[in-house]
């Protein structure tokens, strides 16, 4: 990673941040750690070229959702829909780039505004 100046990309969620309807106790808290884990790991390779970084997505259009999400997204999100796929991989592949190089210990939300 050093030599490569690798960048590492967790995936945590909304959950980790916020109570959500849909999430238990041990989903939240484990993506709750996640986030931490991110920020230590930046705090600790960092130094070393290496970044980390971690994106929380909301309700992203997947078939794990459970029927009628999509309305309660609408009813609760600013941008009214549901994330795509093609938006989060979007995203994991900027933080992998050099258009991020000085990003380093960051959450990026993924979820239409749902976290304000």
Known sequence: MKAARGSIVNVTSIVGSRVH???GVA???SKA???ALTRELAHEFGPHGVRANAIAPGEIDTAIL????AELVAAQVPMQRLGTTR???KTIHFLCTDASSYINGAEIHINGGQHV
């Not at 459970?66 to 999400?69: E, K, Q, R, Y």
């Open 27 to 29: 989903y939240a808290a």
């Open 33 to 35: 750690g996640l986030a």
């Open 66 to 69: 459970s029927p009628g999400t």
């Open 87 to 89: 938006e989060v991989a």
């Open 21 to 23: 309807p849909f999430a």
